[in-house]
């Protein structure tokens, strides 16, 4: 910081407006700089989002409302995470209003905001922590000053609680009176100085959700719940494979002649049905006869695909001398699916558009989408909603495009929505993944760890890989390309195992893959954390003692002898049973999970109505160090979200592909970890910090978790798990153990055409 400004001390706007609007402006000494040499402990994918989203955050504005309440329209994309209730905490800290007076509603798209309304990568809280710190301080501050006009005492004699401004003589002003005089005719730069952690009444203490009775209650707004007027429900005929166009319908008069049916139309990724209801949709969409064109993935299968990633592996160089730990694992393809079914509302007139939809990239969204319909994009309106769920997923708008095409074909609003099967089929995935890792030791030392990451090639066209154009000449990793970039500064070695290196390749691109929770990170833990196992076993060392001794950081160390601790390591298990440890490190925080499996065979052969049986997790402990906690509660929400994430990709959540089709239609046969393998005892455990500032923690529980329940099998059954899901090979759909035909459809009735 320069000589002017200390660490909590920073420069903000009031604009000029008839009520009390602040904004941050973060003077160039507080910027983060994105240094160079050695990557994540410099500098990581969080340090990139953030630098990306300074030059924008004095766009960022706090409003007082003349009835006392507080606005912010958050720049993100609220899909569950909770920061809708972290900014709030935030505002109401440093304005000193309480939370319930906190007005949070989503940004419109927004293209000045740049590369500051993306919501990916744990960075929501990190990049905009700071901006509205500074921008309801300031809000507080010319408030204060107002309040010692109006009650002519001086600003020190002042105080500002639950939104009132009490003097030392007992007069009271209430914030809401104060908005008018507080505000600017003008747009002025302001000092202003933010409350130390010490002084912190909000920020640090758990919290409920503050839309948490409206989403129990059934009064939470979702995009399919807003009653834009004209919009009638729609849905689309889709291919029977991979991105199949569509090549003629033969019975279009016979559909639109069903009840509510009121227009079938070609796009460009199927056939659409507009109608009365969401019933009457899938009724036109299973009475349509189309004939379809070859896709993208056209006749591959889980083995071709695992063919060309063989074929695209990167050497992991000349084997050492030494002895070594090398083994390859295999990770299938996964769905991306949310909770919400992919929807969109949009109303396109000749000249205008309006869409409505839960998107975490919402000004590409609104850039393509213009592009798409032929209009300036200024006079696209892109309104953020809130959503059910994403896990990456919402990153992609594919929803609001053809809610858009549709419009403008028919000249009517819409209200699509697709149905389950059209995401697990046709959505995105994770992409399957083999990883090769060669560790050389001797005696006690490990000398050197390679990993060579191969995947089906991820999608990058969100808006991330726009951020890395405009970034690249600040990051310290060369001449590469996106994929590269993103897995280099999400990965971080925590051992000191010499010299140690990791590289990705990618190839494949006829699949429709996204950013799915941790994108990399589980794969990779997981292979790094077997390895680890098997290091510490030829080197006759207990696992979670090994881990202690190799990791490079007290932090680190920290939470792992957490997790030890609370969890009972090293306990007597009975036949069957084993415990497994892991850790993980992304974004400035670390992770630590210790579970207990059941891999009895009376718990693997149980017969499971309408599920799969398999192991069984019985206990979980998650130990975090992830900087500030600004709502510890809403954190331990979402490490029991990753957890159960991390279990379902250890042992039962995949796709099948054949014949460039995925088999699984929905959540009855994609099997996500269920209640009955939802451990029972399970704890989360935030470790105190000094740290003044919050680390990543949206993702930090599913890389740990996968990886600790994959330890905990190779402990129980003698035998180290190398292809994932562990269950991928042996359930999916009667009869085992071979995969059916394709089953039909819950939607099109169609099987191949």
């Known amino acids: 910081m320069g000589a002017d400004f200390g660490r909590r001390r920073f420069l903000g706007y009031v604009l000029a407006a008839p009520t009390l609007v602040t904004a941050a402006g973060l003077t160039p000494e507080a910027e983060a700089q994105v240094p160079s040499p050695e990557l994540t402990r410099l500098v990581d994918l969080n340090d990139v989002l953030t630098a990306a989203a300074l030059p924008t955050a004095g766009l960022i504005s706090v409003e007082v409302n003349t009835d006392g309440t507080v606005s912010f329209a958050l720049p993100r994309a609220e899909v569950g995470q909770g920061i809708t209730t972290s900014s709030a905490m935030l505002i109401a800290e440093e304005l000193g209003v309480a939370v319930d007076r906190v007005r949070v509603s989503l940004a419109d798209a927004r293209p000045e905001l740049l590369f500051n309304q993306l919501t990916g990568g744990s960075n929501t809280t990190i990049a905009t922590y700071t901006p509205i710190r500074v921008a309801a301080a300031l809000a507080r501050s010319r408030l204060l000053a107002a309040a010692s006009a109006s009650l002519g005492a001086p600003v020190a004699e002042l105080s500002l609680r639950d939104g009132v401004i009490t003097g030392r003589a007992g007069h009271r002003v209430e914030i809401g009176a104060l908005a008018g005089k507080a505000a600017s005719t003008r747009t002025e730069q302001v000092a202003v100085e933010l409350g130390s952690r010490e002084s912190f009444t909000v920020i640090g203490k758990p919290h409920n959700r503050i839309d948490a009775l409206d989403a129990v209650t059934g009064r939470k707004k979702f995009a399919m719940d807003l009653a834009v007027p004209g919009a009638k429900p729609t849905m689309v005929c889709r291919p029977p494979t991979i991105n199949g166009k569509v090549g003629s319908v033969a019975n279009t008069a016979e559909v639109l002649a069903l009840p509510g049916i009121t227009d079938v139309v070609v796009i460009s990724t199927g056939v659409a049905v507009r109608a ?49 730990v090398e083994a390859k694992f295999t990770f299938q393809f996964r769905g991306n699916s949310a909770l919400e079914p992919n929807c969109a509302i949009a109303d396109v007139r000749a000249d205008r558009a309006e869409i409505f939809s839960a998107l975490k990239s919402p000004i590409v969204a609104k850039q393509t989408i213009a592009a798409k319909l032929g209009l300036p994009p200024h006079k696209v309106t892109v309104h953020v909603t809130e959503g059910g769920g994403s896990f990456g997923r919402k990153l992609f708008f594919d929803a609001a495009l053809e809610a858009a095409e549709v ?122 954390e077997l390895v680890v196992d098997q290091l510490a076993a030829r080197m006759k060392k207990d696992p979670y003692q090994f881990r202690r001794e190799f990791l490079r950081d007290d932090r ?79 954190l331990e929400a979402q490490l029991m979200g990753g957890a159960m994430d991390g279990i379902a990709l250890a042992l039962t ?75 991928h090979g042996t359930l999916s759909f009667e009869p085992k153990p071979t995969i059916p035909p394709i089953p039909e459809s819950p939607v099109d009735g169609r099987t191949h055409a």
Request: net charge neutral; hydrophobic share 35%.
């Open 276 to 324: 009365e209801t969401f019933g009457q949709c899938i009724d036109g969409v299973r009475a349509l006869r189309v004939n379809w064109k070859p896709g993208t993935a056209e006749g591959k299968s889980d083995q071709s695909v695992l063919g060309q990633l063989a074929a695209a592996e990167l050497p992991l160089g000349p084997r050492p001398p030494t002895p070594v």
């Open 407 to 528: 419009s403008q074909r028919i000249g009517k609003p819409v209200k699509l929505m697709w149905h389950r099967a059209d995401d697990s089929r046709q959505g995105r995935t994770h992409p399957m993944a083999t990883s090769r890792v060669r560790a050389a030791y001797l005696g006690g030392v490990v000398l050197g760890y390679e990993q060579r990451h191969t995947s089906v090639s991820t999608d990058f066209g969100h808006g991330l890989g726009e951020l890395f154009t405009a970034m690249a000449a600040r990051l310290p990793v060369g001449d590469i390309g996106f994929s590269e970039t993103f897995f280099q500064l999400s990965q971080e070695m925590s051992y000191n195992f010499g010299v140690s290196g990791r590289l990705l390749s990618e190839t494949a691109k006829g699949f429709n893959t996204g950013s799915m929770r941790n994108v990399y990170s589980p794969d990779v833990t997981c292979a790094r």
């Open 556 to 634: 680190h160390r920290a939470v792992l002898d957490k997790a030890a601790e609370a969890g009972g390591w090293g306990r007597s298990m009975p036949s069957g049973f084993a415990q497994g440890i892991a850790f993980h490190a992304e974004y400035k925080s670390a992770s630590a999970v210790l579970v207990e499996l059941d891999c009895r065979p009376e718990t693997v052969n149980r017969p499971i109505r309408d599920g799969v049986g398999g192991p069984r997790v019985t206990k979980m402990v998650v130990a975090v160090d992830v900087g500030l906690a600004v709502n510890p509660r809403g």
């Open 653 to 727: 959540a995949s796709l099948h592909l054949r014949d460039g089709y995925f088999l699984e239609a929905s959540w009855d046969n994609y099997f996500y970890t269920r209640q009955w393998n939802t451990p029972t005892d399970f704890r989360v455990i935030v470790l105190p910090s000094t740290s003044d500032d919050p680390g990543g923690a949206g993702e930090l529980g599913v890389a740990p978790a996968m990886a600790a329940v994959a330890c905990a099998y190779g402990r129980a059954t003698g035998t180290m798990p190398t292809t994932f899901p562990i269950n």
